[in-house]
């Protein structure tokens, strides 16, 4: 069965927007604080923003602080990731992941996530 489904990825310039979604299934989405990971550097998989499934409290790493804002609704069991001024360092593949422990996200553990997606890109041409 598929748990966490990314759409909304593709080709934009520099100082541009995405929305990237993130809908789940088979699981009880409430219980699970989400997390958008992306490859990035060294090809090291690391979560760039974290909401918890507590109190929608965010984590965003420093890079992007002010341009990234993650939000979900429980209603759909859909998380997002609005993605403004992107730059062309945003460009990777960008996975959703679910763990029970908002921390985990924050840490950006692999092994401590439950479920993940397969991921959607994101190109950011100069």
């Known amino acids: 069965q598929l748990h966490l489904v990314e759409s909304g990825g593709g080709l934009v310039q520099t100082g541009g927007s995405l929305t990237l979604s993130c809908a789940a299934s088979?699981?009880?989405?409430?219980?699970?604080?989400i997390g958008w990971y992306r490859q990035g550097p060294g090809n090291k998989r690391e979560a760039v923003a974290c909401?918890?499934?507590?109190?929608?409290?965010?984590y965003y790493i420093d890079s992007v602080t002010g341009r990234f804002t993650m939000s979900r609704d429980n209603a759909k069991n859909t998380a997002y990731l609005q993605m403004n001024s992107l730059k062309p360092e945003d460009t990777d593949t960008y996975y959703c992941?679910?763990?029970?422990?908002?921390?985990?996200?924050?840490?950006?553990?692999?092994?401590?996530?439950?479920?993940w997606g397969k991921g959607t890109r994101v190109t950011v041409s100069s």
């Open positions: 088979g699981f009880t989405f409430d219980d699970y604080a």
């Open positions: 909401i918890s499934n507590k109190d929608n409290s965010t």
């Open positions: 992941a679910a763990t029970p422990q908002f921390r985990l996200c924050v840490l950006s553990s692999i092994y401590g996530m439950d479920y």
